[in-house]
């Protein structure tokens, strides 16, 4: 007997808020406004079933450059004019009633003034818990800083403060989410074998995570120095304290260096990822790793990409299936002459005395040098010497 059942449509499998609220973090704005511009039921499933779903995490990075945008008579300034894009979505979301559903809000490399900010929490209309602002232009740092602190003020109304993670020191992704979900499309198109040969198709196989996804900086992975710090000298400082007063309140992408036990120098940004190995010679270091699910989530940074299923700083803190529990990580200050710029290793205080740092008596001793114009001795300062040794080397 034949079956009348119709087959599964696109439609069917999106009305299901589970396989929906995995899908469409990886579309871009535009592709999402062009699925519900297909027909009237795909239109409602975005904008009216699902809505709190289909724009919980939202990213605008993708959205063009402000001279894409014809100047308006209401832009009183420059900072109007490169915030257009930004406003411009704004304004469609609060039109369709959903801005208040935008729980996760990136805006990696786009203009954003601090009156663009200050709209963000101070309007009732949204409701961003993580906001992430790495390379965006037309901040300054003390603007964005004045922003906070009236934001962690004591005198703040209760439950006004609704951000709970901000992203601003890493470097955003060199590949963005949108591309990523082409490319695997593209595999899948070339592939002969068929849809189950594809990563993630095949059920129990793979462990679906926010940062299955390609990123340029991670914590756990010893991967070096994720970013040069913005601002060192005095802001620096106002930085530390500005983050310490927001513990408990916000989270970041960066943690506090305090240094090895018992140093004198002030704390500043650590901006150095050493992996869960530790010291090359001990293999552990003065002060404790931080280890995600036992370190105090205030001592722990958000690890990139923003997360894209949940916008919590628990997600947003949470390492993938296989990176690193425990990790290391320094200032570029307290490894100077102590770490390799090639391959990451680093001596601590309790097994290496860097030779700027020894006494002259010191100097003259057989100690071995571990690190030498920033390369370690043993292995990449002599890849480095035979490279360059050959002809139009630049020791030939």
């Known amino acids: 007997m034949e079956s009348n059942h119709l087959p599964t449509t696109l439609l069917d499998l999106l009305d299901n808020r589970l396989i929906l609220s995995y899908v469409v973090p990886f579309l871009s704005p535009s592709a999402l406004l062009s699925l519900a511009a297909a027909s009237k039921s795909f239109y409602s499933l975005v904008f009216v079933t699902h809505s709190r779903y289909t724009f919980r995490h939202l990213d ?32 469609v979301l609060r039109k369709k009633a959903i801005l208040s559903c935008v729980t996760t809000l990136v805006l990696d490399g786009m203009a954003v003034p601090a009156t663009l900010l200050w709209e963000i929490f101070r309007d009732d209309a949204f409701n961003v818990r993580i906001l992430s602002i790495r390379d965006v232009k037309k901040l300054d740092n003390e603007k964005l800083m004045q922003v906070l602190r009236h934001l962690i003020r004591p005198s703040r109304p209760e439950g006004s403060l609704k951000l709970k993670a901000l ?22 198109l070339e592939n002969p074998q068929g849809i189950t040969d594809v990563l993630g198709s095949q059920l129990g196989q793979c462990h679906i995570s926010d940062r299955n996804l390609p990123a340029i900086s991670s914590w756990t992975n010893g991967q070096g120095v994720l970013f040069h710090n913005p601002c060192w000298g005095s802001e620096e400082q106002e930085w530390i304290q500005l983050i310490e007063a927001c513990q408990g309140l916000i989270a970041f992408d960066v943690v506090i260096c305090h240094h090895a036990p018992g140093s004198e120098d002030p704390p500043s940004l650590a901006n150095v990822a050493l992996g869960a190995d530790g010291c ?47 990790f290391y990580a320094r200032c570029t200050r307290c490894l100077q002459d102590r770490r390799c710029e090639s391959c990451n290793a680093w001596w601590c205080e309790d097994c290496y005395t860097p030779l700027s740092q020894r006494s002259k008596q010191a100097r003259k001793s057989a100690d071995e040098i571990k690190v030498h114009m920033g390369l370690c001795v043993q292995k990449c300062l002599v890849e480095e010497l035979y490279t360059g040794a050959g002809e139009g080397g630049m020791w030939g």
């Open 60 to 91: 605008l990075s993708t959205l063009p450059l402000a001279y894409d945008f014809k100047p308006s008579m209401n832009m009183e300034s420059d900072e109007d004019y490169l915030a257009a894009p930004v406003r411009r979505a704004f304004y």
């Open 167 to 188: 992203y601003y020191f890493t470097p955003s992704e060199s590949v963005n989410r949108s591309s990523s979900w082409l490319q695997n499309s593209r595999s899948f």
């Open 280 to 326: 090359q010679k001990c293999h552990a270091a003065p002060e404790l790793p931080r280890v995600f699910g036992q370190t105090p989530s205030h001592d722990l940074p958000l690890l990139s990409p923003p997360p894209l299923f949940a916008s919590t700083v628990k997600a947003a803190q949470y390492p993938a299936p296989g990176e690193n529990a425990k």
